[in-house]
């Protein structure tokens, strides 16, 4: 189906752990992007991307990787998962005017 | 100063009632504005576009004031579904558009 989807969606893991949090669009979009949303706040911007094999820092890089090797991926990582990282995680992606977001992953670091 | 700010609220109104919700931003470049909807930790979906001429969609209004950099949402005849946070969206050509934190509609029977 077209369009933007996240895996997993719930994601429980021990602190110290990596866990990868994928991003898939359908559409060839140039621009992808990570959002962070903490409960009661605003999203917040982890990190990038303009083009494959091109990413950029957002507001809270700290702790995470990405890469994009090809347009309609881009996944995140968490190197070594800390407390401070349980949030929403939502990804997105824009041609040349609107944005749209996955359903995002619930994700829990014990 | 936040480039884009919205009063948080929460606007409490009964069913019926006209709300406008109000952003202002900082970048006089920007060249694109939206407005979003969030409903309770789910994804942020696109409400609306928002034009220098402003531009309605059923109960719902947009409108740009790039004078006083200003924009606003008008919600016409609220529904209990219009309960939810609006996104206020600006796309200042840097390549991400800037979200501000989110107006919260709670409407009541």
């Not at chain 1, 995470?64 to 090809?70: C, L, T």
């Amino acid at each position: 189906d077209a369009g933007i989807t996240q895996s997993p969606r719930y994601k429980i893991t021990e602190t110290g752990r990596q866990v990868t949090l994928m991003c898939h669009q359908t559409w060839s979009h140039s621009y992808m992007f990570w959002y962070r949303q903490d409960l009661g706040h605003g999203l917040r911007l982890i990190y990038y991307s303009a083009a494959a094999d091109i990413t950029d820092k957002g507001e809270v890089p700290d702790g995470y990787v990405v890469s994009r090797s090809k347009t309609e991926n881009f996944p995140l990582t968490l190197e070594s998962a800390t407390r401070s990282q349980t949030s929403v995680y939502f990804c997105a992606s824009r041609g040349t005017y609107e944005q749209y977001f996955g359903p995002g992953t619930r994700l829990t670091v014990t | 100063r936040k480039e884009v700010e919205q009063d948080p609220g929460p606007f409490n109104v009964p069913e019926g009632a006209t709300v406008a919700f109000n952003c202002t931003y900082s970048n006089s470049a920007s060249q694109s504005f939206f407005w979003y909807r969030q409903d309770c930790r789910k994804e942020p979906k696109l409400l609306m576009s928002v034009y220098s001429s402003g531009n309605e969609d059923g109960r719902f209004t947009a409108q740009l004031n790039r004078a006083s950099q200003y924009i606003s949402l008008l919600i016409r005849d609220s529904k209990l579904s219009d309960s939810a946070t609006y996104l206020c969206v600006v796309n200042p050509a840097t390549g991400k558009l800037i979200f501000g934190q989110g107006t919260t509609l709670q409407v009541k029977p």
